[in-house]
């Protein structure tokens, strides 16, 4: 289910994308980016509607996903 961030606390917003930044795995290409710049970068796609957030009820998590 998709979540509307626009409904969420400032401070639930960065700690969804923030989770989603350190995930292992994630993969950000050959530069190397603070945690601080990750989640701005997420940000800006979340505030473009490029990704969305998810959560998923059965397994009680969120995560982030494309919309294009």
């Not at 626009?6 to 292992?24: G, N, S, Y």
């Not at 980016?33 to 997420?42: E, H, P």
């Amino acid at each position: 289910m998709q979540i509307p961030w626009q409904q969420l606390a400032p401070d639930t917003v960065t700690a969804v994308l923030e989770e989603f930044a350190t995930r292992e795995g994630t993969d950000y290409g050959h530069e190397t980016y603070s945690l601080a710049q990750k989640v701005a970068m997420l940000r800006r796609q979340l505030e473009r509607g490029e990704i969305a957030i998810s959560f998923d009820p059965a397994t009680e998590t969120c995560s982030l996903v494309s919309l294009r």
